[in-house]
């Protein structure tokens, strides 16, 4: 019943500089950022086994732990952290690691019927009832949308699921370790413990930016309670490490749905009155922007309500919601332009412009796109470019474009 994964504890990343590291030449030698991620990854993905207790603290186990990782990936087991398996910790940035990172725990453990009761035994001082009603209530929304399973609140007996927030010592040989750390922990499917969900009472738990996000620690630990281990894909909720994210950036990836809908099954449009709206992933090979533009020295891709980030000196670009940036942006744009001497960025959606003078919006509100002179056919813009040697901007509509000579005019105040 109990298929915990135990986090490495610190004493790994001590251990791990001092492990043997093959000879290497200029073109394989190992970065520290190699090392970092290779430790990073280790302390994620390397759990230990199905009911096994305790952490592992020396080079033997951690070996032994390597080794598995080296077979799970189909390389040479060595036991040792050689260049080719750290590529392979770290990977590409898009690179193909696992086709289904989503994990089952072993034996596949589901809920065998259609509905499944959750209760919430206790509270904490740091959050509401209705807050930590309304999180769970979410939380559970969230996974039951996408699978023919509901699951129900019940009050004074015994439910499937029980949830309390527990102190250090709380009998169940999985010690909470005050704030910070492990922050919550479940069971998966099966009897007695079996589904139940624990959350550290120390943790600063939070519905808001500081803190623990009590909404989005409650979804992940729902999944485990659903029959969902950890996945290594970046974006999923099942990904081990909890990471800040503004709560209109959070939903399931296509992995967490693959996963849970691989244990209960897929339903149609039943439940879904609207369409599911996952994570985008920046990797998917079919994934297609909105609108892509430099603005300050940074290049930003857009597509529904987020974007990404690229900083120059950036490895990666990273994600955000479009509103975290441009608070008066609406979703779904459909071009923006940069004017980078004027420091003046355009955004377009449908026959709307909104203007941008150093990061601060024109007017209050938008404005019509007919200002550039376009014919009212013109419903919106596909893409726009601006080019410094003519300092033209290019619009793209349909098959069409137009050229429209830069004019600081337009921006004067009338
Ligand atoms: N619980 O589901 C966890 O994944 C634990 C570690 C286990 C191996 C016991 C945990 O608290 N992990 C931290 C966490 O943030 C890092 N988990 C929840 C999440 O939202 N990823
Ligand atoms: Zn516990
Ligand atoms: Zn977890």
């Known amino acids: 019943m109990k298929h915990l994964s135990i986090p490495l504890n610190f004493l790994f990343v001590n251990t791990l500089l001092s492990l043997p590291v093959y000879p290497h030449d200029e073109e394989n030698e190992i ?21 096994s207790e305790g952490l592992i603290q020396n080079e033997d186990s951690l070996s032994t732990k390597i080794k598995e990782d080296q077979e799970f990936y189909g390389r040479q087991v060595t036991g040792n952290l050689d260049p080719g398996t750290i590529e392979v910790m770290t990977g590409p940035p898009c690179g193909f690691l696992d086709p289904a990172p989503y994990r089952l725990y072993p034996g596949k453990p589901r809920w065998n019927k259609s509905f499944v009761t959750y209760s919430v035994v206790n509270y904490v001082p740091q959050l509401s009832y209705f807050e930590t009603e309304l999180a769970i209530w979410k939380a559970v929304n969230i996974w039951q949308k996408v699978i023919p399973l509901t699951l129900v609140r019940v009050y004074n007996i015994e439910a499937d699921i029980m949830i309390s927030f527990e102190p250090r010592v709380h009998g169940d040989n999985f010690p909470f370790d005050g704030r910070g750390g492990t922050l919550a922990h479940a069971f998966s499917p099966g009897q007695g413990i079996g589904g139940n969900i624990h959350f550290d009472r120390e943790e600063h738990w939070t519905l808001r930016r500081n803190g623990v996000n009590f909404f989005h620690v409650a979804t992940h630990e729902f999944g485990h309670a659903l029959g969902l281990a950890h996945s290594n894909y970046r974006s999923a909720v099942m990904y081990p490490t909890y990471s800040k994210r503004h709560s209109n950036l959070f939903s399931l990836s296509i992995d967490d749905v693959r996963g849970i809908q691989h244990l209960y099954g897929t339903i ?25 533009t430099k603005a300050n020295g940074d290049i930003f891709l857009f597509k529904n309500e987020y974007l990404w980030r690229k900083a120059q000196n950036a490895a990666d670009a990273k994600i955000s919601s479009i509103q975290d940036v441009w608070s008066d942006l609406p979703s779904n744009i459909n071009a923006a332009c940069e004017i980078p001497g004027e420091d003046i960025i355009y955004f377009f959606k449908g026959s709307k412009l909104w203007t941008y003078t150093n990061n601060k919006l024109n007017r209050r509100s938008s ?12 419903k919106k813009i596909d893409a726009a470019v601006f080019i410094p040697q003519t300092r033209k901007i290019i619009f793209f509509v349909g098959k069409m474009f137009w050229r429209h000579v830069f004019s600081l005019l337009l921006h004067s105040s009338i």
């Open 31 to 51: 970065t520290p950022g190699d090392l970092y991620y290779a430790q990073k990854h280790i302390k994620q993905f390397l759990t230990l086994g199905d009911g």
């Open 268 to 292: 149609q449009m039943l439940k879904q009155e609207s369409a599911l709206q996952l994570m985008p992933d920046k990797c998917d090979p079919s994934m297609s922007f909105d609108a892509v």
């Open 367 to 378: 404005q019509s796109i007919y200002l550039f002179g376009f014919p009212t056919y013109v």
